[in-house]
T-cell receptor, first 115, second 116 residues
Framework: DVKVTQSSRYLVKRTGEKVFLECVQD?????MFWYRQDPGLGLRLIYF???????EKGDIPEGYSVSREKKERFSLILESASTNQTSMYLC??????????????FGPGTRLTVL | AQKITQTQPGMFVQEKEAVTLDCTYD???????LFWYKQPSSGEMIFLIY??????QNATEGRYSLNFQKARKSANLVISASQLGDSAMYFC?????????????FGRGTSLIVHP
């Protein structure tokens, strides 16, 4: 089974802290994604990566950065956490186009609270 | 403008009955893919079903089927014989284009509650 894991299910941080959210997948997927999910807004793409050391901005990259040093690991970084970054963060991975349906496989999510 | 519209914030259905969750999409691409995902209260999104724009038959996966009406740009999810475990958020998503970096767009979701 495809497995996408995220480092924490729940996280509480203070305003101004640097926050790292880690995501690891074990299916050798080229594509990896970070979303945030807020009630009534669905999933909004923060960043995605289609290869090691490659990254592209999504719809809401402001206040976030990412790192992909290894194929299986994609990290989301909040350089200076703010209260408006309190949200559910979902990581996903998929094969590149041309392989299967390209459906995404998601991690369990990290619910981040910034106080 | 939203590319994926789910007009039903919440739906209720009686156990063992069928339910349809609406999804309309907007694209000018000829080649695209449509997905439905389920998100239980545990939080993990689960892929349910896929429909390609060139597929002539409606996709089916067990109790899930996708009512694909290309001219109307709709891709409704039909769940037959609802079960209590079907209570969850459901998201419709679209991937545009035949290739590229693959960036799906998600709707805002529909919350389904199945009553016993």
């Amino acid at each position: 089974d495809v497995k996408v894991t995220q480092s924490s299910r729940y996280l509480v941080k203070r305003t101004g802290e640097k926050v790292f959210l880690e995501c690891v997948q074990d299916m050798d997927h080229e594509n990896m994604f970070w979303y945030r999910q807020d009630p009534g807004l669905g999933l909004r793409l923060i960043y995605f990566s289609y290869d090691v050391k490659m990254k592209e901005k999504g719809d809401i990259p402001e206040g976030y950065s990412v790192s992909r040093e290894k194929k299986e690991r994609f990290s989301l970084i909040l350089e200076s956490a703010s209260t408006n970054q309190t949200s559910m963060y979902l990581c996903a991975s998929s094969f590149p186009p041309g392989q299967g349906y390209n459906e995404q496989f998601f991690g369990p999510g990290t619910r981040l609270t910034v106080l | 403008a939203q590319k994926i519209t789910q007009t039903q914030p919440g739906m209720f259905v009686q156990e063992k009955e069928a339910v349809t969750l609406d999804c309309t999409y907007d694209t000018s691409d000829q080649s695209y893919g449509l997905f439905w995902y389920k998100q239980p209260s545990s939080g993990e999104m689960i892929f349910l079903i896929y429909q390609g724009s060139y597929d002539e038959q409606n996709a089916t996966e067990g109790r899930y089927s996708l009512n694909f009406q290309k001219a109307r740009k709709s891709a409704n999810l039909v769940i037959s014989a609802s079960q209590l475990g079907d209570s969850a958020m459901y998201f419709c998503a679209m991937r545009e284009g035949a290739g590229g970096s693959y960036i799906p767009t998600f709707g805002r979701g529909t919350s389904l509650i199945v009553h016993p």
